[in-house]
């Protein structure tokens, strides 16, 4: 079936490091990728996203590219904040497909702490 | 712009006991899901929804129920709660095009059975 597999955490870096946190998806069709942050105590909120291969979705710094050949969607940053620590979920998504559409399939998680 | 709001926040039950988690949403989207997560698991998608009147079961439905009488709500219902239902519970509402799903999401609501 369909599944999303995430680098498992935590992962610790200093202020300004280089983040890589990597993502791999299983699909029959061609869905749609997102990142999701998780902060302490709070909901999950969308980082980033994008539709169809090639496409590199960014914000706050952050940005992953649709590769269709490696199935993977990597998330990255430059240089990282103390105000990044959270936890990082991978996910896909089908459009238009069937009555599940909207269905969200995650993977486990990463945990991200910045130390200063 | 509330977006979508779960209620209530925390709640804590006895083995047997019942409950419904509230998750209501302004955003005029068709589609409502609910999941549950719990350490190393990610999130797994429970009971879902794709319009008033029409639900459909997720990746672990057993022991939940829901219904969809109108596009802005969607509760979530346990009707024996078992510790195994301890977990963190999310609500979604998402819009789909041609290209591309969104989905929002509640702030969650922390469940324990004991």
Redesign the interface.
């Known amino acids: 079936g369909d599944s999303v597999t995430q680098m498992e955490g935590p992962v610790t870096l200093s202020e300004e490091a280089f983040l890589t946190i990597n993502c791999t998806y299983t699909a029959t069709g061609y869905p749609s990728l997102f990142w999701y942050v998780q902060y302490p105590g709070e909901g999950l909120q969308l980082l980033l996203k994008a539709t169809k291969a090639d496409d590199k979705g960014s914000n706050k710094g952050f940005e992953a590219t649709y590769r269709k050949e490696t199935t993977s969607f990597h998330l990255e940053k430059g240089s990282v904040q103390v105000s990044d620590s959270a936890v990082y979920f991978c996910a896909l998504a089908f459009m238009n497909y069937g009555g599940s559409q909207g269905n969200l399939i995650f993977g486990k998680g990463t945990k991200l702490s910045v130390k200063p | 712009n509330a977006g979508v709001t779960q209620t209530p926040k925390f709640q804590v039950l006895k083995t047997g006991q019942s409950m419904t988690l509230q998750c209501a949403q302004d955003m005029n989207h068709e589609?409502m899901?609910w999941?549950r997560q719990d350490p190393?698991?990610?999130?797994?998608?429970i009971h879902?929804s794709?319009g008033a009147g029409?639900t459909?079961q997720?990746e672990v439905p057993n022991g939940y129920n829901v219904s969809r009488s109108t596009t802005e709500d969607f509760p979530l219902r346990l009707l024996s709660a078992a510790p195994s239902q301890t977990s963190v519970y999310?609500c979604?509402s998402?819009?789909?095009?041609?290209?591309?799903?969104?989905?929002?999401?509640?702030?969650?609501t922390r469940l324990t059975v004991v």
Do not use: P
Not at chain 2, 94 to 108: D, I, K, N, V
């Open positions: 589609y899901s999941y190393g698991m990610g999130l797994r998608l879902y794709v029409i459909d997720g999310f979604a998402s819009y789909s095009t041609e290209e591309f799903t969104e989905a929002f999401f509640g702030q969650g």
